[in-house]
């Protein structure tokens, strides 16, 4: 038979045996739920930035589609003598300045799509430096564009063509450049036409 007093310290054993087990349980599931809440987050950003490609890509399909057009629009354009007609060519300024509308109205994607394409690419070299311990530092760029109307050279458009690794989106920016350069020059023509003509 088993004393009093052993029983007595048995059952302090037990107890403290059952308050050690519960807060060990508790421990882990507070640990469980965080690593829980974790990975529904991870899994948010990851849904987040799938959508956000696809977004890129659409719009990088539609753009680089208008700029091929736009290109073969202008080069076209270039190649034909300007008329002598004053009231003709004013009309072909109003041409132009829609068309330059339709260009600015698609510089706002062009810079986005651009910038979201190297900031990822420089977050990704940030990540395996990080994870080779190598040090370095990268500043995303800054893209400076000028009035189209009033842009008469041809730095009014400035990217990184040579920072950019994705092909499609450095393609997408130096396509983007000549068409824009194409278009002041145009631009400039037509307006020292008119001015010739009224001169005339």
Request: hydrophobic share 40%.
């Given at each position: 038979?088993?004393?009093?007093?052993?029983?007595?310290?048995?059952?302090?054993?037990?107890v403290e045996a059952?308050?050690?087990?519960?807060?060990?349980?508790?421990?882990?599931?507070?640990?469980?739920?965080?690593?829980?809440?974790?990975?529904?987050?991870?899994?948010?950003?990851?849904?987040?930035?799938?959508?956000?490609?696809?977004?890129?890509?659409?719009?990088?399909?539609?753009?680089?589609?208008?700029?091929?057009?736009?290109?073969?629009?202008?080069?076209?354009?270039?190649?034909?003598?300007?008329?002598?007609?004053?009231?003709?060519?004013?009309?072909?300024?109003?041409?132009?300045?829609?068309?330059?509308?339709?260009?600015?109205?698609?510089?706002?994607?062009?810079?986005?799509?651009?910038?979201?394409?190297?900031?990822?690419?420089?977050?990704?070299?940030?990540?395996?430096?990080?994870?080779?311990?190598?040090?370095?530092?990268?500043?995303?760029?800054?893209?400076?564009?000028?009035?189209?109307?009033?842009?008469?050279?041809?730095?009014?458009?400035?990217?990184?063509?040579?920072?950019?690794?994705n092909p499609r989106?450095?393609?997408?920016?130096?396509?983007?450049?000549?068409?824009?350069?194409?278009?002041?020059?145009?631009?400039?023509?037509?307006?020292?036409?008119?001015?010739?003509?009224?001169?005339?």
């Amino acid at each position: 038979m088993y004393s009093v007093g052993s029983a007595a310290d048995r059952l302090v054993y037990t107890v403290e045996a059952l308050t050690n087990l519960k807060h060990s349980i508790a421990v882990v599931q507070l640990r469980w739920d965080k690593i829980n809440q974790i990975c529904e987050q991870k899994c948010t950003r990851l849904s987040d930035s799938l959508e956000a490609c696809k977004e890129n890509e659409k719009m990088l399909s539609e753009l680089t589609a208008w700029l091929q057009v736009a290109e073969a629009t202008l080069t076209a354009l270039e190649q034909k003598p300007i008329v002598n007609n004053l009231e003709q060519v004013e009309q072909l300024l109003a041409d132009h300045q829609e068309f330059q509308t339709q260009l600015q109205a698609r510089q706002v994607k062009v810079e986005k799509i651009t910038k979201n394409i190297f900031n990822a690419e420089i977050s990704a070299t940030a990540a395996v430096a990080s994870a080779t311990s190598v040090v370095g530092s990268k500043r995303p760029f800054k893209i400076s564009t000028n009035n189209l109307n009033n842009n008469n050279n041809n730095n009014g458009w400035k990217t990184p063509e040579s920072k950019i690794k994705n092909p499609r989106v450095k393609n997408l920016s130096v396509s983007w450049r000549k068409v824009w350069n194409l278009s002041v020059e145009r631009l400039d023509k037509l307006k020292k036409a008119i001015e010739r003509l009224k001169e005339v």
